[in-house]
């Protein structure tokens, strides 16, 4: 990490240009510190409404709504949902990496993108093809179903990624030492996929508690479903506000557990490594088995959904295609997408700055508030934002303003992820060198800084866009009258069971979604240096 230098010599001696940049940009810092408190403050008000809302209701309201049979029976349906489900995700997540960056396994390539793949079907689409399917499939056996087919790409991908990148030297050491495969990926291999797994668990963890669309399908019982019902029934009630804070109680808990099985092992290394790739295993009489295993998989998370839109869609006939709300509800959705991509990209830039230029304890917080926030369900989100702006904020309440605030709020980490990535490969040296050429800087930092992190950037606002393509809890909460998004417009049909009507949006939405999940991809693959 390159370090800050400082001029020598008594106060009347002439300063380096570099001196003069530094001294020059100290009032810009603390612009840039004050404007990310405030991106802070602002993405913790969510959770402060959960606190405040707990704190007003009292002891015995608290007491009255949370112990009783109802939230037993969610909470009981949430930890059996989570614990089955993320199990079972991992399963399929590091099998298929494994197979895919460990082994001689025929067209590994291609099955490397369609593990990938079903990121880009909404888990209600999934859920909607398979009540097409199976119009009995409901409760928690239901749920993990739709769950593991919908989320256990959130563990391949990082899990893929990884393998990727690790020095091969590691297991071929364990391999010298006359390790079998198994005992190579156990002792070797596995503790190195530790943050990985760990990551992609936590995601699809808060993927589960945050779900509604899907779940509503089957009429499996959540909180997020309990919430939503609840709000619609009595607007913003103390119930739904008391099951809000046990959801938030859920998500903290897990970001804690997520925390603490990181370790304290170091997983750097130090030099380059081995310079050959991994060597792979020949899978011998396996093979078989693998490519029907992988292809099982593959069939129930995208052939199932697929299959069934099209079928929809040509019972439906042109017909379904001919429906006013659908041109509206691509361009509402477009709008949207892009309005809230580029809001939340503005937003996540001085934040990442701050954590890349100035990294401290300080900065380290500040970025940490918006991860904290942005584990909370939508239907939190979009509860906090109704309740300030009915009672503080009435010209904007239900306008596109609080929308795209929703947005910025649920997905500021896709954007902040990528930019500090991007920021971390545009060195301020730079930007001191084009100063002292004569740039002014700012000038120097559009010119530099500001280019070499305009992929990133896009990248950022990519997985942005992806998510608010496919966001459907808040976006039913918050958005304005006449507002039609392929996913509100979806459930809305879905919902009174024209499943034909319905399957344009579903598909759009995937054609929308399908080269934004393949940038992830990509993104992934390039972090690995593949």
């Known amino acids: 990490m390159p370090t800050r230098t400082t001029a020598v010599g008594p106060p009347h001696a002439g300063t380096s240009p570099n001196a003069a940049g530094s001294r020059g940009a100290r009032p810009g810092s603390r612009a840039v510190v004050v404007l990310c408190v405030l991106i802070a403050l602002f993405s913790l008000v969510p959770l402060v409404f959960v606190a405040i809302m707990t704190a007003n209701a009292g002891v015995d309201t608290i007491v009255a709504l949370v112990f009783r049979p109802r939230v037993g029976e969610l909470l009981v349906n949430t930890v059996a949902l989570v614990a089955i489900t993320v199990p079972l995700c991992v399963l399929c997540g590091v099998g298929g990496a494994w197979l895919v960056e460990r082994t001689r396994l025929r067209g590994h390539k291609i099955w490397a993108v369609l593990l990938a793949a079903p990121l880009a079907i909404p888990a209600f689409v999934n859920s909607y093809a398979w009540v097409s399917a199976v119009p009995s499939l409901g409760g928690v056996a239901g749920g993990v179903l739709i769950s593991t087919l919908s989320y256990f790409p959130l563990v391949y991908i990082p899990v893929a990624a990884v393998l990727g990148r690790m020095d091969p030297a590691l297991e071929q050491t364990g391999q010298s030492l006359g390790l079998g495969p198994w005992r190579v990926f ?56 008391m099951l809000a804070g046990v959801l938030v109680v859920l998500c903290l808990v897990l970001l804690l557990l997520e925390e603490r099985s990181r370790g304290t092992a170091r997983y750097a290394k130090v030099g380059s490594g081995a310079q050959s790739g991994p060597v792979r295993l020949r899978l011998g009489w396996y093979q078989g088995p693998a490519q029907l295993g992988l292809a099982a998989l593959t069939v129930l998370a995208i052939g199932v959904p697929m299959w069934h839109v099209v079928r929809w869609l040509i019972f439906g006939g042109v017909a379904v295609w001919e429906r006013d709300p659908l041109l509206t509800a691509l361009l509402q959705t477009l709008g949207y997408g892009l309005a809230g991509a580029l809001a939340t990209t503005l937003l996540a830039f001085p934040l990442a700055y701050q954590v890349v230029r100035h990294p401290g304890r300080t900065s380290r917080l500040l970025e940490g508030a918006n991860y904290i926030s942005s584990s909370m369900p939508g239907i939190v989100v979009a509860l906090a934002l109704v309740t300030i702006t009915v009672h503080g904020l009435p010209a904007i309440y239900q306008t596109s303003i609080v929308l795209v605030a929703a947005y910025a709020l649920l997905f500021m980490p896709r954007a902040l992820v990528n930019l500090r990535a991007g920021l971390a490969q545009a060195p301020k040296e730079l930007d001191e060198a084009a100063q002292a050429l004569g740039k002014p800087p700012l000038l120097a930092f559009v010119k530099v800084t500001l280019r070499l992190t305009a992929p990133a950037a896009a990248g950022g606002a990519a997985l942005v866009f992806l998510g608010i393509v496919n966001e459907l809890t808040a976006t039913l909460l918050l958005s304005p009258n006449g507002t039609n998004t392929l996913a509100t417009e979806f459930w809305s049909l879905s919902s009174e069971i024209d499943y034909a009507g319905a399957a344009p949006y579903a598909l759009l939405m995937i054609l929308l979604s399908a080269p934004m999940t393949y940038l992830l991809f990509a993104q992934s693959k390039k972090a690995a240096g593949q």
């Open 186 to 241: 156990f002792r070797v291999t596995f503790p190195q996929l530790r943050l990985a797994i760990a990551g992609g668990a936590l995601l699809v963890s808060l993927h589960l508690l945050s779900e509604y669309g899907a779940f509503a399908m089957i009429q499996f019982d959540t909180f997020t479903t309990a919430i939503y019902d609840q709000f619609r029934s009595t607007f913003n009630g103390a119930a739904a506000n």
